[in-house]
C-alpha cells in the first residue's frame, strides 16, 4: 500500500502517544479512571491517548472508545486491542479512531504462516482510514520468520505508516544501538520508540526517532501497575517540549 504520513495527524513533532492501561476493579472504574487520565495526560501535554486492554478487556475498551466517539473528544486517540489485531481495526473503524497500533507486523510467524498474515492486513487496512503503528522484534514478541532485521523491517513497512521499537519489555529502556539500526534500515520513514522513553533519555533517543509511546513513566512509581501522576506527566512534557 501506498504510505501515509502518520506523523501528519499530530500539530506538534515528536508526538508523545500516552497508554491508557484501563486499570480498576470494575468496569465502571476502569472506565471512571480511564476519563479521569486521559484529561491528566492530554492536559499535561500529551499528543494522543491509545486505548489498550492492558489490565482491562475488549469490553472496557469498548465503553471507553464509545464514550470518546460519543462526545466527540477533541484530542487524538489509538487503539491496541492485545492479542486481537482484527479486532483491534474493527474497533478503530467503529469508533473513529485515528490509529491502531499493533504489537507485530512482520518476524513474529514462521514464513508458512506469515503471508496469510500479510493479506489480512492489507484487507483490514483497506477499509479503514486510520494510521497503523506497527512492531518489528517488539517486546514479549517472538522472533520466528528466519529473516534478518533488514527483511523483516522492509515487510513491516508495507504493512503499517510507523514502525515501533522497544527494549525488552514493559518500561524498561529502548537500546539506542536498536534505535539507530532500525533508522539505518528504515530512512525517513516514521520511528516510533514503544517503550522505556524517561525525560533523561528522551533527548537522545529524539535526535533519531519521529515519536514515543509512553505508558509506565506516566504512573506513580513509574510502574504500570498503577495510576497516573499529572506531576510525571508535566515533567516529561517539559523535555519534550525542549526537544522540539
Not at 484530542?75 to 491496541?80: A, D, E, L, P, T
Not at 492485545?82 to 507485530?104: T, V
Not at 523483516?152 to 518500561?171: F, H, K, N, W
Amino acid at each position: 500500500m501506498e504510505q501515509r504520513n502518520f506523523l501528519s495527524i499530530f500539530p506538534e513533532r515528536k508526538p508523545i502517544l500516552a497508554m491508557l492501561h484501563l486499570r480498576g476493579e470494575s468496569r465502571q472504574e476502569k472506565f471512571e479512571h480511564a476519563l479521569l487520565e486521559a484529561g491528566q495526560l492530554i492536559g499535561g501535554g500529551a499528543d494522543a491517548v491509545i486505548v489498550e486492554n492492558y489490565f482491562g478487556d475488549y469490553e472496557d475498551m469498548e465503553v471507553v472508545l464509545e464514550a470518546f466517539c460519543r462526545e466527540k473528544v477533541d484530542f487524538i486517540y489509538g487503539v491496541n486491542a492485545l492479542h486481537n489485531d482484527a479486532l483491534g481495526f474493527e474497533l478503530a473503524k467503529k469508533y473513529g479512531a485515528s490509529f491502531i497500533q499493533l504489537d507485530s507486523v512482520a518476524g513474529h510467524l514462521p514464513p508458512e504462516q506469515d503471508e496469510a498474515f500479510g493479506q489480512a492486513i492489507a484487507q483490514w487496512r483497506a477499509d479503514y482510514n486510520g494510521f497503523v503503528i506497527g512492531g518489528v522484534r517488539f517486546k514479549y514478541q517472538p522472533y520466528l520468520s528466519g529473516r534478518s532485521l533488514e527483511e523483516d523491517l522492509t515487510i513491516g513497512m508495507t504493512r503499517c505508516d510507523a514502525i515501533a521499537v522497544t527494549g525488552e519489555g514493559t518500561g524498561k529502556m529502548t537500546p539506542m544501538e536498536k534505535i539507530r539500526d532500525f533508522r539505518r534500515i528504515m530512512g525517513d520513514f516514521p520511528l516510533v520508540v514503544g517503550a522505556g522513553m524517561t525525560p533523561e533519555s528522551c533527548v537522545e533517543q529524539f535526535s533519531v526517532a519521529d515519536a514515543a509511546i509512553v505508558g509506565s513513566y506516566f504512573k506513580k512509581g513509574h510502574v504500570d501497575d498503577s495510576y497516573v501522576e499529572p506531576a510525571n506527566v508535566r515533567i516529561f512534557m517539559q523535555q519534550v517540549q525542549r526537544c522540539r
